[in-house]
Every structure is written in structure tokens, then in C-alpha cells.
């Protein structure tokens, strides 16, 4: 059983938006905190927003304002809305699950999907 499925990328224009999807397994979504990454070609994979058991959010300082991250604990599942997209958020954008107590590393990734925004 994939852990973590992600859904939602695609191409849009800048301005616009689009809405990530991330399916876990509950045994996952109720004891870690799930996040989402992005790597961008030639960078490092960045982290983008992460969410807590509790509804705490944190986001990178690059996405504040634009992007919410938010979860749905009947479906196990995470999201990602973005808003007013930036040719920069050209990214493959992985869902992830960090243990509490650990670190992202030690965590599941999900496969990746891909954002591609045109100026």
C-alpha cells in the first residue's frame, strides 16, 4: 500500500490556481505532521507548508498569503490551495508525513506531482 497518493498538479498561467490533494493512511495522517515539499529543477527540495495533528499551519515565506494547506480528517487527507501562481512555483510538489519526534527524512513521501506555471 502507497502511503502517501498525491494528486491535482497540471499547467496553469500565472495568476492562477490550482488545489493539491494528498490521500494518506490513517494510521499516518493521525500521528504525523503532513506537509508539503517542492523541487523546483536544479534547486533543493524546499519545504512549502506543513500542517499538525492539531490544525497548526506554518508556510514558507515564499507562499504566505498565496498558499493554504489544510486537512480533512474524515478523508484522511491533506490539501494545498494555491492561489495567484508565480512562473517560480514551477515545481514537482511531494506530499510528506514527518513523525512527531523525527525529522522529514525518517517520514514517507508520496510520488510527486507535477505544477507548471506559464508567464
Known amino acids: 500500500q502507497v502511503p502517501l497518493v498525491e494528486s491535482g498538479g497540471g499547467l496553469v498561467q500565472a495568476g492562477g490556481s490550482l488545489r493539491l490533494s494528498c490521500a494518506a493512511s490513517g494510521s499516518i495522517f493521525s500521528t504525523n505532521v503532513m506537509g508539503w515539499y517542492r523541487q523546483a529543477p536544479g534547486k533543493q527540495r524546499e519545504l512549502v507548508a506543513h500542517?499538525?495533528?492539531?490544525?497548526?499551519?506554518n508556510y514558507a515565506d515564499s507562499v504566505k498569503g498565496r498558499f493554504t494547506i489544510s486537512r480533512d480528517n474524515t478523508k484522511n487527507t491533506i490539501y494545498l490551495q494555491m492561489n495567484s501562481l508565480k512562473p517560480e512555483d514551477t515545481a514537482v510538489y511531494f506530499c510528506?508525513?514527518?513523525?512527531?519526534?523525527?525529522?522529514?527524512?525518517?517520514?514517507?513521501w508520496g510520488q510527486g506531482t507535477q505544477v507548471i506555471v506559464s508567464s
Open positions: 500542517i499538525t495533528t492539531g490544525g497548526n499551519t
Open positions: 510528506a508525513a514527518r513523525p512527531y519526534g523525527s525529522n522529514w527524512s525518517r517520514g514517507s
